[in-house]
T-cell receptor, first 112, second 117 residues
Framework: GENVEQHPSTLSVQEGDSAVIKCTYS??????FPWYKQELGKRPQLIID?????GEKKDQRIAVTLNKTAKHFSLHITETQPEDSAVYFC???????????FGKGTMLLVSP | GAVVSQHPSRVICKSGTSVKIECRSL??????MFWYRQFPKQSLMLMAT?????????EQGVEKDKFLINHASLTLSTLTVTSAHPEDSSFYIC?????????????FGQGTRLTVV
């Protein structure tokens, strides 16, 4: 089955800096890669996703890149703000309807 | 808009009792519901996949007789933790995919914090 590795497990940055979280996946058939933000005790919230037919997607301060050959994808957050502090999970699946396999998560702490 | 509503959000129960968690899809039909468990500071681990009108598929290591899943309608799936023990204390969360046009998004319930005392 699919295996998703996520790094780093914790990331501390100063407000205004950029943050990058990286994930690798094992199943070359996976074609859908969402990123979720989860605040303590709450449900994961989809922040951005990318499908295997594109290499990059951007939404304001958030961008995701995908390298299908290397089987890795990354989340980039620019101009970080304290409210970006949360746990971020990457995931991979065969399609939006298939099981999502999650990475272990990255706790992002943005200090003012 | 499409939402998955999960109840209860928090429950405390005594060891040996059973707890039922409900997930309802609002404004869409959830033919599939994924059930996850999340221990503190850990990722979401898939427990089982339920499909409306058929038996759930459980992940390896998840006891189907302990975690009873029912998906009798297109808008309701339930997870019952039977004979709960303190080690079952966790955050349980459901998720249903919904196709909107060319895209499909996973909608998560609010989660249920189960504490077994």
């Amino acid at each position: 089955g699919e295996n998703v590795e996520q790094h780093p497990s914790t990331l501390s940055v100063q407000e205004g800096d950029s943050a990058v979280i990286k994930c690798t996946y094992s199943d070359s058939a996976s074609n859908y890669f969402p990123w979720y933000k989860q605040e303590l005790g709450k449900r994961p919230q989809l922040i951005i996703d990318i499908r295997s037919n594109v290499g990059e997607k951007k939404d304001q301060r958030i961008a995701v890149t995908l390298n299908k050959t290397a089987k890795h994808f990354s989340l980039h957050i620019t101009e970080t703000q304290p409210e970006d502090s949360a746990v971020y999970f990457c995931a991979a699946s065969l399609s939006g309807y298939s099981t999502l396999t999650f990475g272990k998560g990255t706790m992002l702490l943005v200090s003012p | 808009g499409a939402v998955v509503s999960q109840h209860p959000s928090r429950v405390i129960c005594k060891s040996g009792t059973s707890v039922k968690i409900e997930c309802r899809s609002l404004d869409f039909q959830a033919t599939t519901m994924f059930w996850y468990r999340q221990f503190p500071k850990q990722s979401l681990m898939l427990m089982a996949t339920s499909n409306e009108g058929s038996k759930a598929t459980y992940e390896q290591g998840v006891e189907k007789d302990k975690f009873l899943i029912n998906h009798a309608s297109l808008t309701l799936s339930t997870l019952t933790v039977t004979s709960a023990h303190p080690e079952d204390s966790s955050f349980y969360i459901c998720s249903a995919p919904n196709r909107a046009g060319a895209t499909t998004e996973a909608f998560f319930g609010q989660g249920t914090r189960l504490t077994v005392v």
